[in-house]
């Protein structure tokens, strides 16, 4: 069985303007879209990068499992010798790597509704689980998410490679069933990591920035103006679908929202000034760690 750890990552910092994919999104509280694919593709970008010597390690430990079941016991030594020479190569690019990513997926689940919309949903799954209806509930459940889901399959490096070693020896000693019963575990032993990222939580960072950079220029015009409320106005949104969805525990949005209120007592009027959103990003960050620690 591959073995499974699950983290939580919450990112502001973004670049890059690029579309990524995104299942479903409430208009009334999307961002533009060149923001939000940036959000979302550099979250991607993000992820742990694969190591090519490490896959041809993995794809050649298939390989020598293939050749043990058809009695190729020279092609499948072969195969690992192969695997072996490529994380040795893995671990002398990467010496101080204890886990060697192999694969990277990703998929993205937003749920199309608002916030008060998503907080009927919930509502209604509680009165399911209450009257012992867990799997009409689950339904509901299941959709009450919107994420980035990062999923990243790890070789451990400290452990495989002697695993592959002792299955060529086996394999070279003609004891094939337990060569297959070592490659078996060593293929058990790999590490799936998984990473869910708030798009609520990210949308509004991308916002934040975009928002900042028009609260510390002076004299703007009144265009500007109607363009930070409106940030602001999506900001608020944002937070409104991260608390109802709940990225994030009792009270966790309480400060967030009262700091937007100092904002915009600060902006109103056209005023401005450096360091308006410093405290909101320090915030979000702490909501982030939060986010994280709980999920583990």
Excluded: C, W
């Amino acid at each position: 069985m591959v073995s499974n750890m699950k983290t939580s990552l919450f990112a502001l910092s973004l670049a890059a303007l690029a579309t990524g994919p995104v299942l479903a999104q409430d208009s009334a509280t999307a961002t533009t879209p060149d923001s939000t694919g940036a959000a979302e593709q550099q979250a991607r970008d993000d992820a742990a990068q694969v190591l090519d010597e490490a896959i041809a390690a993995l794809d050649e430990t298939g390989a020598a499992i293939k050749a043990l079941g058809e009695d190729r016991v020279d092609d499948a030594v072969a195969a690992l010798e192969r695997a072996i020479g490529k994380l040795e190569v893995t671990l002398a690019d990467n010496p101080e790597l204890a886990l060697a990513p192999v694969a990277v997926t990703s998929s993205v689940i937003d749920i199309a509704a608002t916030p008060s919309e998503i907080k009927a949903m919930r509502n209604q799954a509680l009165r399911l689980m209450k009257d012992h209806r867990l799997q009409q509930a689950r339904v509901i459940v299941t959709g009450l998410a919107s994420e980035i889901d990062i999923s990243t399959t790890y070789i451990p490096l400290e452990t495989y490679p002697l695993a592959l070693k002792s299955a060529a020896a086996l394999a070279k000693d003609g004891q094939k069933e337990d060569a297959l019963a070592v490659l078996d575990a060593a293929l058990g032993t790999l590490v799936v990591v998984d990473t869910a990222i708030p798009l609520p939580l990210l949308r509004a960072g991308v916002l934040i920035d975009k928002a900042k950079g028009l609260s510390e220029k002076a004299d703007r015009s009144d265009d500007e103006n109607a363009q930070l409320a409106s940030l602001l106005d999506q900001i608020d949104r944002e937070i409104a679908r991260g608390e109802a969805l709940e990225y994030g525990g009792p009270g966790a949005f309480d400060d967030i929202r009262a700091e937007m209120r100092v904002i915009r007592d600060k902006v109103s009027g056209g005023g401005s000034g450096e360091g308006f959103f410093d405290k909101l990003k320090g915030l979000f960050g702490t909501l982030g760690r939060e986010h994280a620690a709980a999920s583990q």
